[in-house]
Every structure is written in C-alpha cells, then in structure tokens.
C-alpha cells in the first residue's frame, strides 16, 4: 500500500513564501508520478503541479508559473513544492497525489491519480 504524508504548510503573509514536502512510503515513488492539488473551501479539488517519475517532465497551471516550482528526490521518495510570492487566494489545503501515469495521460486530472495524502493546510493572509 502506497501512503503519501505531506508537511510544510501553515500561516504566511502575502509575499512570503512556503516549501511543501511529500514523503512517500510502500513502494519506490519513481515507478509513479507525483503532482500536487489544492481545494480551497467552497471550491472544487484544482490541479497545481506534477512530475513525471524520471523528473523529466514538469507540469504547472498557468497560474502558478513562476511562482511555484516542483522537485523530486527519488531517493529519498520526495517531493517538494516551493511557493514563492503567495497570495491571499493561494489559500487551500494542499495535497499530494502519486498515480502511474500512462504514456499521454493528462496529469492534471485527478482521476488519474490513485493514492492521496490526507493534505496540508496553507493560509496566506493579506
């Protein structure tokens, strides 16, 4: 059984920044890609990030380019999500998600996704 156990989040000021880190147990998480969502309350669960397995495909919303950016250390079965330049509306619980990606599977769908951490909270005040 895969687990994934995210850490990193908590209070910051717009401007600031913030480092999410994901560990990921039972199996060796390059055999998956890793990615990132977010859902804020009210809204529904929206794409941020992921990395394919080898790290040699990374994927961002439009949104977060330039202010985010995606790492993994396969041998230490992690990945990172540096945020930078947050702002207020960056505010959601953040979750990580490893999903063995078939070749020209859209990584930023959910479905695509089959294990889920249970999230980290990340509040950015204005």
């Known amino acids: 059984q895969v687990q994934l156990v995210e850490s990193g989040g908590g209070l910051v000021q717009a401007g600031g920044s913030l480092r999410l880190s994901c560990v990921v147990s039972?199996?060796?998480?390059?055999?998956?890609?890793l990615g990132w969502f977010r859902q804020a309350p009210g809204k529904e669960r929206e794409f941020v990030s992921a990395?394919?397995?080898?790290?040699?495909?990374?994927y961002y919303t439009d949104s977060m380019k330039g202010r985010f950016t995606i790492s993994r250390d396969n041998a230490k079965n992690t990945v990172t999500l540096q945020m930078n330049s947050l702002k207020p509306e960056d505010t959601a619980v953040y979750f990580c998600?490893?999903?063995?990606?078939?070749?020209?599977?859209?990584?930023?769908?959910?479905?695509?996704?089959?294990?889920w951490g249970q999230g980290t909270q990340v509040t950015v005040s204005s």
């Open positions: 998600a490893a999903g063995a990606l078939a070749y020209g599977s859209n990584p930023a769908k959910s479905e695509n996704y089959a294990y």
């Open positions: 039972g199996r060796s998480s390059s055999t998956y890609a």
């Open positions: 990395i394919s397995g080898s790290a040699e495909r990374l």
